[in-house]
C-alpha cells in the first residue's frame, strides 16, 4: 500500500503526500508492543521517502516533485530515521490572542450571537486552547445556549514547553 501511494503520487507528480499523526505509522523502533507488520510498512516507507523524487522524470527530462508532508502533535515519538529524511521540521504554537479572536470569530459566523458577548474577553480566557478546543468551545456554546458546560485546554503548559525544546533541538523552520 505505501508504494502504491508513492507510485500514484510520482504518476501524478507534482503532488503532496499527506501524513496526519505520522508518530503513530512510524514511532521510534523498539517501541513496546510493535508488530511485524508495523515494521514492514515502517520500513517501506523509509525506502519510499528515500527514493521519492530520485528515480522519477518526465517526458522532457525535468524531474517530477513529490512532496511529503507529515504532521505530528509528538515529534519526540517519530523514528530517528525518519525525522533525519524529513527535511524541514516547523513547530507551529497555539494560536495567539489574535488568533484566537479571529478563530472565535470564524467559528461563530453562522451563529446568532447576543450583543453582550464580548468576542476579546473569551479569546482572552481561552489562553492555551487549541483551534480545535476553540471550535469545541464555540459549537458549546451555539447549540446549548445557556447550559455552562466547560470546554479544558487540551494542551498543557508543560506539552508547549516540550513543543518548544523539541523544536529548538530539531526544528529548522
Not at 50 to 77: F, H, Q
Not at 121 to 136: K, P
Request: glycine share 4%; charged share 30%; aromatic share 6%.
Amino acid at each position: 500500500m505505501v508504494r502504491c501511494l508513492f507510485d500514484l503520487a510520482r504518476a501524478y507528480a507534482p503532488s503532496t503526500i499527506f501524513i496526519d499523526e505520522i508518530d503513530s505509522l512510524c514511532n521510534a523502533r523498539g517501541a513496546s508492543g510493535e508488530h511485524e507488520s508495523s515494521r514492514r510498512v515502517k520500513s517501506e516507507l523509509l525506502v519510499q521517502v528515500d527514493g521519492v523524487n530520485n528515480s522519477s522524470t518526465n517526458e522532457d527530462g525535468t524531474r517530477k516533485i513529490v512532496m511529503v508532508l507529515a504532521a505530528t502533535n509528538c515529534p519526540w515519538d517519530i523514528d530517528e530515521a525518519l525525522r533525519r529524511r524529513l527535511e524541514k521540521r516547523i513547530y507551529i504554537p497555539l494560536p495567539n490572542f489574535e488568533s484566537r479572536k479571529e478563530l472565535i470569530r470564524i467559528n461563530l459566523r453562522t451563529v446568532e450571537v447576543a450583543p453582550d458577548v464580548n468576542i476579546d474577553e473569551v479569546a482572552r480566557r481561552t489562553e492555551g486552547y487549541s483551534g480545535d478546543d476553540l471550535t469545541d468551545v464555540c459549537r458549546d456554546a451555539s447549540m446549548n445556549g445557556m447550559r455552562r458546560k466547560k470546554v479544558q485546554p487540551s494542551v498543557s503548559l508543560a506539552d508547549i514547553e516540550r513543543h518548544e525544546k523539541w523544536f529548538a533541538e530539531f526544528g529548522s523552520a
